[in-house]
C-alpha cells in the first residue's frame, strides 16, 4: 500500500502533533500534553490508543515503559514527505541573508565559508557548504613560477576566483628563458577549460601544433602531467560545537562518533554528493539518521539542497542537526541561500 496511505485523518494528525512537540521540547510525548498542546477535541485516552497504533506500526518509540513517545526515522520521514506544511521566510530572514551576501567579498571560498557560517548562525545548528568540483572551475589564468632548477610552482586562477598553487617537482630541468613564453602559451590554449583537464586537454591541442608551439605543449605537458590530482569539492563546515549543545548529544560515546565523522570532511562530502545524485539533485532532499547509511550519523538529519551557477548543478549546501529539527523551517532557509549563493557565484564567474 502507498505510505500516504497508511495512516488515516486522526493518526496523522496525532503524528503531527508529537513530531511538533518533540522537535520543540525534546522530551517524549505524551497524550495528555498532545492534548492540551494543540487542543485537540479528543480524550488523552483515545489519543494514547493512537499513538500506540503508531508505535505498533513503526511511526513512534517508547524510549522507556513509563514515558510518552518519540519519532522513529520512519515517523519524521512520513512527516517530512506528507504532513509538513511549508514554511516561507519572513522578510527579516531573507533581508539578512541578502545583507550578508552583499557584504562578501570577490573570493569564492571566502564567499562559501561565509554561507556556511550563517547558515549555522540562523538555524542554531552546523552550516555546510560544498564548493564547486574541479570539473566545474574553468581556468581563467595559469602561470609557471621557477622555484629552483627542478622544482616550479604552477598557479591557477579560475572563474570563481579561486587561486590554487601546486609545488611540482620535475623530471627534467626548465629553462628560465622558456618561462614567459610558456605561460603565454598556457594562457592561449587553457583559458576556459576546467581545472582538472588541463593536462588531458593540451594532449588534444598538441595534435594540431608545429614547430616551436608543438615544443612549447610538450614541455607544457611534462608539467602538467605532474600536477597532483584536485580532490572533490572542498566542504566548508561551521557551527559544529553548536550541534554538541542539543540534549541529544550529552551522551559522549554518541558525541565523539558525530565528531569523528563532520573531521572527515572529504567523507562527509562524498556521502553528501552520493544523496543528492540519488535524488537527481534538482530541488531540496533531506536525510533523516539511519537513510545515511553511514557510522556515527544515525542521530544525525540533513536539509540539504544543489545550488546552480550559469544554470548547471555546482555544489551543495545545508543544514546539519539531530533528527529532532525543524525540518519546515530549515528547508526554507536552506533553498533561499542556496538560490543566492547560485545567483552571486553565478555573477562572480561571468
Known sequence: MNQDLE??????????????????????????????????????????NVMYDLEEAGFLQQLHTSSGRVPTDRGYRYYVDYLMRAQELTLAERTRIEREFRAKMDDADEVMRQTSHLLALISHQTGIVEAPAEENAMVRRIELVSVSEMRVAVMVVDNYGRV??????????????KLAKLNGFLNEHLEGVPVNQLASSLHETMRTLLDEQRQLAQAAVRVLDLVPHERPGQLFLEGATQLFEQPEFRDVNRAREVFNLLEERKRLAELLRMRMDERGGARSWVVIGSETQADGLEDISVVASP????????GLLGVLGPRRMPYSRLTAVVEYTASMLGRFLTRLAG
Open 7 to 48: 495512516l488515516s485523518e486522526r493518526e496523522r494528525l496525532i503524528l503531527r502533533a508529537v513530531v511538533h512537540t518533540y522537535i520543540t521540547t525534546a522530551e517524549p510525548v505524551g497524550s495528555r500534553s498532545v492534548v492540551r498542546r494543540f487542543g485537540l477535541d479528543l480524550s488523552a485516552a483515545t489519543v494514547r
Open 164 to 177: 590554487r598553487t601546486m609545488m611540482v617537482p620535475l623530471d627534467v630541468p626548465l629553462e628560465i628563458n
Open 307 to 314: 545550488y546552480c551557477v550559469e544554470g548547471r548543478t555546482v
